[in-house]
């Protein structure tokens, strides 16, 4: 092993945050940075693959919060860098909800379960909010859903939209559309055009040794006057700084070491933030035999499990004649499916979109089941803070710890879980 490099901070993920905090160090003189990632690749939770000859997002997929007050800073960029994008017309999802023999629920029934719901889920939220943030159980047994149209409404409505229900920062400031990144570049996309004006770029290539790939971190040592970081492989950087882009998964995970310890509130706080495991499941048709159309885009199955394939998006709209359909899972689905064989997942959801278009549709003939809670890397989706802003709990999960910064979507205190909370938070 030759002696260490030594630089002024190393950056510890190269997703969106530790990207956008590393252009802002670069822009501001800071040169000799380094930043390390675990994967191959630069991006982290944004992830695009082929599959059925399209690009499809594994991770985020949509720009949140489009159209209010305060300008998105992704979607800036998005516009900025020409990211081919489609609103993603979410008008008529509460409409389209099948029961398991494919016939869809009448409009009033189906609106008055949503209005109910929203009432609860406001007056749930209402009543944390004067016991400061705390749940004092006042989700009485009778608001709680139980028919299978109740449980789709709430899992749309908690795992989904909660815009209608909690005053959220992205929807209330940065306003209420949302637009489908529909690139073949993928949305990894603008995380290159950010790299291109600081780090060495070619044909699209970051190749600036600086940033170095494939390098998963296991411990970083912390003193008064530096910090040095270990990889698996035994690679040593030093540094007078470091910044801690990985997820809240990743560092309730045992995977990266600190020495000294991490303090006991830093350690609460990060143990305290709950995590959202959030699967897409793409599955790729020999033709189409949905809906489309205007309202058509989004499509609900009602079971009397909650979560079961509950919420499907067909792609017709983000690219035309692919012939693709997505289902979205969430927490003890996701896990399940995740541990699961891909064929029985396949099974399943065959199942589940026989029950809603009959017996003749044709089998899927390609599936795709990404594994975000399994990834050692990710641990997870995003971040959930509890509903009512515990500031203290923000405060100590971002706050640095001597030599040591801490950013990521989890950190962000308006916009946590979302890209551009990412963003924001790494140049913050
Ligand atoms: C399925 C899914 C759907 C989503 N949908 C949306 C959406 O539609 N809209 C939206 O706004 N947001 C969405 N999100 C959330 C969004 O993707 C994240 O908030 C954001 O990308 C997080 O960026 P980050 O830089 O904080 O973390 P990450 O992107 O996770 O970056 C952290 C980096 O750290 C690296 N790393 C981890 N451990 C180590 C280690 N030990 N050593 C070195 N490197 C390490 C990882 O490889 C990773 O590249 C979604 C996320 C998922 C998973």
């Known amino acids: 092993m030759g002696s260490p490099s030594h630089s002024s901070v ?65 979607w800036e960029l998005a516009t900025e860098f020409g990211l081919r994008t489609c609103f993603a017309d979410y008008t008529n999802v509460r409409y389209n909800i099948s029961d398991r023999s494919g ?35 006042s989700n009485s047994k009778t608001d709680s859903p139980s028919t299978p149209l109740e449980l789709a409404i709430d899992f749309i409505l908690h795992d989904f939209e909660m ?32 790299a291109e004006d600081f780090l060495f770029t070619s044909e699209g290539k970051i190749l600036d040794s600086r940033l170095k790939l494939n390098q998963v971190v296991r411990e970083i040592l912390h003193w008064e006057r530096g910090v040095r970081v270990i990889t698996e492989d035994g690679c040593v950087y030093e540094a007078d700084y470091v ?13 990266v070491a600190f020495t000294p310890l991490l303090p006991g509130w830093k350690l609460e706080a990060i143990q305290k933030c709950e995590i959202m495991v959030y699967t897409k499941i793409f599955l790729k048709f020999p033709y189409q035999f949905w809906p489309t159309g205007p309202g058509k885009e989004f499509f609900v199955y009602a079971h009397e499990r909650r979560g079961y394939y509950t919420f499907w998006q067909q792609m017709e709209n983000i690219y035309p004649g692919s012939n693709i359909l997505s289902v979205t899972l969430t927490n003890g689905e996701s896990k399940r499916v995740e541990a699961q064989a891909d064929e029985d997942t396949l099974r399943e959801a065959m199942e589940v979109l026989r029950d809603m278009f009959g017996p003749n549709i044709p089998d899927a003939i390609h599936i795709l089941v990404p594994r975000w809670w399994n990834n050692r890397f990710q641990r997870g989706s995003y971040s959930n803070h509890p509903i009512i802003s515990n500031t203290q709990l923000v405060h100590d999960i971002k706050a640095p710890v001597g030599r040591i910064f801490f950013t990521g979507e989890h950190t962000s205190d308006r916009f946590s879980g979302y890209v551009h909370g990412a963003y924001l938070a790494g140049e913050h």
């Open 163 to 194: 815009a209608e229900a909690v005053p959220l920062c992205t929807f209330r400031d940065l306003g209420e559309s949302e637009f489908s990144v529909a690139d073949e570049r993928g949305f990894d996309y603008l995380l290159y055009k950010m």
């Open 243 to 255: 910044i801690v882009s990985v997820s809240i998964g990743v560092l309730q995970s045992d995977i």
């Open 10 to 74: 190393i950056v510890v993920g190269a997703g969106i945050s530790g990207i956008s905090a590393a252009k802002v160090l670069a822009e501001n003189g800071v040169k000799d940075l380094v930043i390390l990632d675990a994967s191959d690749r630069i991006g982290g939770r944004i992830r695009k693959e082929k599959f059925g000859g399209v690009s499809v997002e594994l991770g985020a997929g949509w720009i949140v919060g489009v159209g209010g007050k305060e300008s998105n800073p992704i």
């Open 103 to 137: 016939k869809i629920f009448p409009r009033e029934i189906a609106a008055d379960s949503y209005k109910k719901a929203v009432e609860s889920a406001i007056r749930k939220f209402r009543n944390q909010e004067d016991v400061g943030g705390g749940d004092n159980g």
